[in-house]
Nanobody
């Protein structure tokens, strides 16, 4: 029932910017939290940023001050504004959402399909 669709990846030069988007659809009662992971080839998956309903946000040290996570609750969407990109940011970025459906008492984590971000001259 629940699906996450993300977009916004691409090729960008060092110092450039990209904005990733992720929208959840389906039988959704509540989402908390929502955020982004990334994974480079041969590397462990890294938590990039999280947004909590309390208003708290969390960032990996490697992106702090350069990336900003935001959420549109009305659209069940989360965004990642990435500025001052460096080659080390190159990875597949996955959005996730911890969701309670309208037909269940339990919560489950859902993942987007992934979008490639490549930072290179």
């Amino acid at each position: 029932q629940v699906q996450l669709v993300e977009s916004g990846g691409g090729l960008v030069q060092p110092g450039g910017s990209l904005r990733l988007s992720c929208a959840a659809s389906g039988s959704i009662f509540s989402i908390n939290p929502m955020g982004w992971y990334r994974q480079a080839p041969g590397k462990q998956r890294e938590l990039v940023a999280e947004w909590y309903s309390s208003g708290t946000t969390s960032y990996a040290d490697s992106v702090k001050g350069r990336f900003t996570i935001s959420r549109d609750n009305a659209k069940n969407a989360v965004y990642l504004q990435m500025n001052s990109l460096v080659p080390e940011d190159t990875a597949v970025y996955y959005c996730y959402a911890h969701i309670r459906s309208t037909r269940s008492d339990s919560w489950s984590t859902y993942w987007g399909q992934g979008t490639q971000v490549t930072v290179s001259s």
